[in-house]
Structures are given as C-alpha cells and as structure tokens.
Antibody, heavy 117, light 113 residues
Framework: EVQLVESGGGLVQPGASLKLSCVAS????????MSWVRQTPGKTMEWIGN????????NYAPALKNRFTISRDNAKTTLYLQMTNVRSEDTATYYC??????????WGQGTLVTVSS | DIVMTQSPSSLAVSAGETVTINCKSS????????????LAWYQQKPGQSPKPLIY???TRESGVPVRFIGSGSGTDFTLTISSVQAEDLANYYC?????????FGAGTKLELK
C-alpha cells in the first residue's frame, strides 16, 4: 500500500525557514517523480514544484522558485521541501504527492504550516 | 501560467440528481503528439486529502464509480456525476498538466439540499 507521511509543519514566524519531510513507503520511491502541493485555508490548491525520480531535475512554480527548494533522499525514501523567508500567505496545508504522468495519483495526509507572529 | 476557471463554486443537489461541473482553461490542453487532453479531476471529502477521479479528461481512475464521467476537449471540460449519492459530498477540482506550472481550478463544493 502506498503511504506518504508528511511532517515538519507548525507555527513559524514571518521571515523564518522551515523544512518539511515526506516519508514514502509501499512503492519503489526512486522510480517516481514527486511533487509538493499546498492548500490554503480558503481551499485554494497550488502546485509548488516537483523533482525527478533520481533527483537530477526540479521544476517550480515561478512565484515560489526563489524561496522554496525541493530535494529527495532515495536511500531514505524521503522527499523534502525547504521553505525560506516564509510569509503569511504561505499559511497552508502542505501535501506531498506521487505523480503518474503528472497526475497527482497519491497524496499524503498533509502537514499544516501557519505563519504568524 | 494556464488559468483554470471552474464553475459553479458551489452546488446544492438532492440525492439521485445529475450534476455538472465546468472547467475552462485559458489555453488548449490538447497535446497533438499523443492526441490527448491533459486534464484531471480530483475529489476531496471533508477532512481528507484529494483523490484523483479522472485523468486525460475522460479516463476514470481504477475503482471510481461509473457515475463519474469526464468529458470535453481543448479548453472546455465537464465533470458529470449521475445520480448523486450522499457519499459524493465533497469539493471537486480540475487540474491541467499540459504545462508547468501545473494549475488547479478554484474548486466546486457539492452539498446536499
């Protein structure tokens, strides 16, 4: 059974950095592109970016490219999202997703990030 | 970026009715090489993560009931739910994967009357 478990969310102050993790199990992690998607409290869905199965290539939403970095450790079957200089508008639930031809085929349960002073 | 415009934003229906959700993209999602439309639909029930229902505009994911029907091509797409059941109460999103950045519609909330 495919499982994706995100962690690392919480309350952070504006301007801080935060690193989210997503531990994958139930499939060969190194075979799949992976994405991060976030959902705001108002339910708006936003794709953050993705990473190739071997970690050699990443894509980002242009508005987030300068502050967010996606990486992976295939030996640990873990996906990461490094967030820097966070803002109030980054408040959202962050999901990792396993892609299938760019469809978000499997999703984790999400981790909530709240940016507030 | 490709803008996805979804309508209506909410819909109240009675069990057994047929509902239609529309999704319009700001540019064509039709890929000429594979002759496919790169459009997916997701269902998100309260307190849960999204789940894919339809991909390539009209192909149901494994296990998705046949009452969920995706249609459309180019820039105009539709999700039809025939004979709505109580378990279908959820938010529905369209998403284009023709080009990055992948983008979603704003969602449609399906409620029971």
């Amino acid at each position: 059974e495919v499982q994706l478990v995100e962690s690392g969310g919480g309350l952070v102050q504006p301007g801080a950095s935060l690193k989210l993790s997503c531990v994958a199990s139930g499939f060969t992690f190194s075979d799949y592109w992976m994405s991060w998607v976030r959902q705001t409290p108002g339910k708006t869905m936003e794709w953050i970016g993705n990473i190739k199965y071997d970690g050699s290539y990443t894509n980002y939403a242009p508005a987030l490219k300068n502050r967010f970095t996606i990486s992976r450790d295939n030996a640990k079957t873990t996906l990461y999202l490094q967030m820097t200089n966070v803002r109030s508008e980054d408040t959202a639930t962050y999901y990792c997703s396993r892609e299938r031809g760019a469809v978000f085929a499997y999703w984790g349960q999400g981790t909530l990030v709240t940016v507030s002073s | 970026d490709i803008v996805m415009t979804q309508s209506p934003s909410s819909l109240a229906v009675s069990a057994g009715e047929t509902v239609t959700i529309n999704c319009k993209s700001s540019q064509s999602l039709f890929g000429s090489i594979r002759q496919k439309n790169y459009l997916a639909w997701y269902q998100q029930k309260p307190g849960q993560s999204p789940k894919p229902l339809i991909y390539l505009a009209s192909t149901r994911e494994s296990g998705v009931p046949v009452r969920f029907i995706g249609s459309g091509s180019g820039t105009d797409f539709t999700l039809t739910i025939s004979s709505v059941q109580a378990e279908d109460l959820a938010n529905y999103y369209c998403q284009q994967y023709y080009d990055t950045p992948y983008t979603f519609g704003a969602g449609t909330k399906l409620e029971l009357k």
